[in-house]
């Protein structure tokens, strides 16, 4: 350490150590302070100019400097300064023989995520404006180094001066590491890839991060990952598979269906994916920052973006039916004419599957990215209803099925609202209630058989004001003196009403009354 200055470059993954990661670093080297040596693992670095790239190690090195650093602040607090400054010219800072100037012995390729570091190493404390965000790496630098010290603190308190001078002399003479150096600069990434010691495992998005800077000149690095990390906390809430999602969404729009596992393979361009043409990293960049302002609206609706609002109402309500698959398809309409009625096309199609069908299977997810590509293709979003002929149900199939099957209540409760309110963008007002609750002791003129087909299905719902069920709503009379009396606007309370008994024929016949509606919503 005391020979070397070390930059994490910028295809590394993020310091990704959280609590527990740093809590075991800490124990074991506190349990192994009494040894000759401690092994620290395997690094993997590359000489590039005066610096060393850490290829791999980057969370223990990062550590051990924050454990460093800890230390020496404890050692300046304590009134030892000469041991501080062992530990600052050892681990913390370097110094210029021909000019006097020190420079930090590890630096961060973001500029934001080492003025922190940096900060923390000279003060103790951070700096940074992404220092209040939680799962930002300049958070996470700062609350391992806060444990550190905690940790020590308690731990000098046995004898200050006596284990300051066994950590000091512990962490400079007994830790070692094992250190490769790769030949090659160029090709560090790829070990990157493939190595992968203690630590979390990496992710698709660490890989397309690597591979992407890989082919980037080194004068552009900066100014590309700067790019990637921008449309990287826009998914920050979400996670990094949603991040990766979009990105498999936006290359869907011009290749066609790429399966998760692939998506890798196929943008690094290895043989096994050779019949398709992969985006180079410029222009897989540009097709990302292209697509990300309308897919964020996608996610949110509520987010500014270029959709318009009927637009916003097709996203809403395929979110409120859970069906994300569809996003690439839509991605390629919104760049043709007339793009709304495309993209009611497939909300349509989409509920029609529901009832029909089966929108899960991977068989349908790839149909929909092979008509996304054939739209991007054509710049025409009719393109779409040949290639999805076969996905597309008859209105008399799709009659037949809706009142007699049970859906999940989400789906149920957007098929009513589509219903009552007779369009295919609901605005979702309301509560779904079954009329005859599933959970509970069986209704008069109620089998067990019945209650189990019929409980779920359509014609048992009602769309009410109220969020709570009344508690006298406990058989048909109680539920419709009290429940029915608070119907939606648009509600079919009053023909629900002249039922004299809610029973499985009921169910049944409500069910056909509603199904009607449905199929001209859907279908015309």
């Known amino acids: 350490m005391s020979n070397s200055r070390f930059e994490i470059p910028h295809y590394q993954r993020e310091y990704s150590w959280l609590d527990d990661e740093v809590s075991d670093f800490w124990l074991d080297l506190k349990n192994a302070l009494g040894e000759e040596s401690y092994f620290l693992g395997l690094v993997i670095l590359t000489e590039e100019g005066a610096t060393k ?64 570091l940096q900060k923390i190493l000279a003060d103790g404390v951070g700096s940074s404006p992404r220092i209040n965000e939680e799962e930002s790496l300049s958070a996470r630098m700062q609350r391992a180094f806060e444990y550190l010290r905690t940790n020590l603190k308690n731990d000098l308190s046995q004898d200050p001066f006596k284990r300051l001078g066994l950590w000091t002399d512990f962490i400079t003479n007994k830790l070692y590491f094992a250190v490769f150096t790769h030949p090659d600069p160029a090709s560090a990434y790829r070990v990157f890839e493939v190595i992968n010691t203690r630590g979390l495992e990496l992710t698709t998005a660490d890989l397309l991060k690597n591979y992407i800077l890989s082919q980037t000149p080194k004068s552009q690095r900066e100014d590309r990952y700067a790019e990637w990390q921008t449309m990287a906390r826009q998914f ?5 598979n949603n991040f990766v999602q979009f990105i498999r969404h936006a290359v869907t729009v011009e290749a066609g269906h790429i399966l998760p596992k692939d998506l890798y393979d196929f943008l690094a361009q290895r043989p096994t994916h050779s019949t398709r043409k992969a985006p180079s990293p410029v222009q897989l960049m540009q097709t990302l ?39 690439p398809i839509l991605l390629a309409i919104a760049a043709t004419d007339n793009s709304i009625d495309g993209m009611q096309y497939i909300l349509k199609l989409v509920v029609r599957r529901i009832v029909v069908g089966n929108l899960g299977t991977g068989n349908v997810e790839r149909k929909f990215g092979e008509a996304a590509r054939l739209v991007t293709e054509e710049k025409n979003w009719k393109a779409a209803e040949q290639e999805l002929t076969e996905l ?41 209630h079954y009329i005859f609750p599933r959970q509970g002791p069986l209704w008069e003129r109620f089998s067990e058989e019945d209650a189990s087909f019929w409980g779920s299905t359509l014609g048992n719902t009602f769309l009410s004001t109220l969020d709570k069920r009344p508690q006298a709503a406990v058989d048909w009379p109680g539920t419709r003196e009290t429940l029915l009396k608070h119907g939606i606007t648009g509600e079919l309370t009053k023909r629900i009403e002249e039922y004299a008994f809610w029973d499985s024929e009921s169910i049944e016949d409500m069910g056909k009354i509603l199904s009607k509606s449905a199929t001209r919503v859907w279908y015309d």
Do not use: W
């Open 53 to 116: 790239q850490v290829v791999d190690g980057q969370q223990r090195i990062l550590t051990l400097t924050l454990l460093a650093a800890a230390l020496y602040h404890e050692a300046i607090a304590r009134g030892r300064r000469a041991l501080a400054e062992r530990i600052q010219a050892d681990f913390l800072r370097s110094i210029d023989y021909e000019t006097d100037e020190t420079n930090p012995r590890v630096i961060l390729s973001d500029k934001s995520d080492n003025e922190t």
């Open 236 to 240: 920050s809430a979400t996670g990094t």
């Open 289 to 327: 920052e292209k697509h990300l302002p309308l897919y964020m609206q996608m996610i949110d609706p509520s987010l500014p973006g270029p959709a318009c609002s009927e637009t916003l109402k097709i996203f809403a309500s395929l979110n409120s039916l859970g069906v994300i698959s569809v996003r």
């Open 392 to 432: 597309n149900p008859s209105s008399k199939d799709f009659s037949d099925q809706i009142h007699r099957r049970s859906f999940n209540k989400a789906v149920m409760s957007f098929l009513r609202h589509s219903i009552v309110e007779l369009t295919t963008t609901p605005i979702m007002q309301g509560t779904l």
